[in-house]
């Protein structure tokens, strides 16, 4: 993982791996024109994990799905490592809600869907697939259909399915919205020790402010619609952090000061 | 969610219920037939005594085998040419927007309606028999193929294009494998549209088939060959259901499917 470290906070160096610029996107509809973003600006530095919270609507899957190259701005860039993007590709993994796993394939070889398509030999295919699968505790489903599985074990099956490809950029789609609140708070202490394993660039979208106060290093709260940032917050609690993080008056403080900001918004929405 | 192996919720195996199904079903037949209705409805002593003699002289398969081949021929025909069309209509949206119509207006005329115009274009032989079960099937399963089609998961086609899939592999590795269990469907229903439109077919003129053997043993009113014939033909509608059955319980055993 990259190289200039010598600044005052470790892995993580100043020139930004993503850079947003001025993305705008509008919808046409029969009512007109929807501005689902207005100026979205952000730089995203090398392995940072930043979670996007705010209202539903305000176009913060919007900005995913152009950051993963499935929709288009109309207007602004993104920048990755410098080379503006266009279109969908291997190094901007996506983590969907909706598991999106292939039912039809075992969970080896839904690990292995893109790597096959990758110039690798059938060894490291396979080699690479089952780090990964063990990396979220599977190996002992790996020949298991995705209907035998759980709705927490599809997800973990989703996010080896992306770790695996190694991407620069990994995108989540509040993918633990459609758990259940037990497994979802175990899925974010698996992703937290995963990325502190192997930390990749994570843009992870949530409706949930406690779980994007775990998890990130900065939370971006957006507006309701047209979509902006209004604040962005940085969350100083160090790694390693669990479940008991969540007891700590530092993460009340900055959960509560992120939670009044998300809550006006929701306010705003509905005058 | 739990995966739970299909059983019934009290103790008795189904076997048992499929051979009550099957006793009060001939129980039924041997009381319709000791009434009045005898007249019409045959005793099954006497369809099976038309079925072994018929058996004897060799002919019955001579019919099953002229039906079976043309119901057979169509269907396969037609299959071969459902599956490209419904993936073209699916994949081109304006190939779908010129041809989808017309083929759910021709499907929505029964096939005996456009009989007499096949006959005069075609003559009586088995060609013209074939092209009218070649339509109707044909139709049938491309509108169910393209549904499938039409049906998958747009999620899965993203994750599949994120993984860094072209339009080929989402093509292969994607839209036609979730497909399937509707080309499957398509093929159980297509298989039935064979059948229904082969007798229809028959019946309006052939030299052998079981169509033709109903429609001939009613002139006669031999009325336990014509029971007979409706019997064979729903045994082989059955076996050939069943075939689709196993192509499913093998192909598509990967579907999320309710418990009951």
Redesign the interface.
């Known amino acids: 993982m990259a190289g200039n470290q010598d600044n005052m906070m470790p892995d993580q160096n100043n020139v930004p791996k993503v850079k947003i610029r001025n993305v705008t996107k509008t919808y046409s509809s029969k009512r007109g024109d929807v501005i689902a973003l207005n100026g979205f600006n952000l730089d995203i530095k090398e392995n940072e994990f930043i979670c996007v919270v705010g209202p539903s609507g305000c176009g913060k899957s919007t900005m995913l799905n152009i950051l993963a190259g499935l929709d288009n701005a109309t207007s602004g860039e993104i920048l990755v490592d410098g080379n503006v993007i266009h279109g969908p590709s291997p190094d901007r993994g996506v983590v969907f809600q909706q598991y999106a796993l292939f039912p039809w394939l075992t969970v080896k070889k839904n690990v292995e869907f893109g790597l096959r398509l990758k110039k690798l030999s059938r060894q490291e295919v396979s080699d690479i697939a089952d780090h990964y699968i063990e990396m979220v505790g599977l190996q002992d489903f790996k020949n298991s259909y995705p209907k035998e599985l759980s709705g927490g074990m599809k997800q973990r099956v989703a996010i080896a399915r992306a770790y695996a490809m190694q991407p620069k950029l990994l995108l989540m789609d509040e993918p633990f919205g459609a758990l259940d609140a037990q497994t979802r708070t175990q899925l974010q202490s698996e992703l937290l020790k995963t990325w502190e394993e192997e930390r990749r660039t994570c843009f992870f979208i949530t409706h949930d402010v406690e779980e994007a106060v775990i998890l990130a290093q900065r939370v971006i709260i957006m507006s309701a619609r047209p979509g902006r940032i209004i604040d962005i917050v940085d969350i100083d609690i160090p790694y390693p952090r669990n479940q008991e993080t969540k007891m700590e008056p530092k993460f009340f403080e900055l959960k509560n000061k992120i939670w009044s900001q998300v809550y006006n918004q929701y306010l705003e929405q509905r005058k | 969610?739990s995966?739970q192996k299909k059983s019934s919720k009290i103790g008795v195996p189904n076997v048992v219920y499929s051979i009550i199904s099957l006793g009060a079903a001939i129980l039924l037949w041997l009381f319709i037939s000791s009434t009045e209705a005898h007249v019409v409805f045959a005793k099954p002593s006497e369809v099976f005594a038309a079925l072994s003699k018929l058996f004897e002289s060799g002919k019955l398969f001579v019919h099953i085998n002229a039906s079976l081949y043309r119901s057979l021929m169509g269907f396969i025909l037609a299959f071969a040419c459902a599956l490209p069309v419904a993936f073209l209509l699916g994949w081109y949206k304006p190939l779908q927007l010129i041809f989808y119509p017309w083929i759910k207006f021709v499907k929505s005329i029964p096939p005996i309606a456009y009989i007499s115009l096949v006959i005069v274009a075609q003559g009586v032989g088995e060609n013209a028999k074939v092209t009218v079960i070649f339509i109707g099937c044909f139709l049938v399963m491309v509108i169910n193929i393209f549904q499938g089609v039409q049906n998958v998961?747009l999620?899965?086609i993203?994750?599949?294009?994120?993984?860094?899939?072209g339009d080929f592999?989402i093509f292969a590795?994607?839209v036609v494998?979730?497909s399937?269990p509707f080309i499957l469907v398509a093929m159980r229903l297509g298989l039935a549209s064979s059948l229904t439109t082969l007798i229809a077919a028959e019946l309006t003129g052939a030299q052998v088939g079981l169509g033709q053997m109903i429609q001939e043993a009613s002139m006669y009113f031999e009325m336990d060959v014509v029971l007979m014939g409706i019997i064979i033909i729903g045994v082989i509608g059955t076996i050939l259901d069943q075939v689709v059955s196993f192509l499913e319980r093998r192909l598509?055993s990967?579907?999320?499917?309710r418990t009951i």
């Not at chain 2, 990967?254 to 499917?257: L, P």
């Open positions: 969610m995966i998961d999620t899965m993203k994750a599949a294009r994120v993984l860094g899939a592999t590795k994607v494998p979730a399937l598509t990967w579907q999320e499917t």
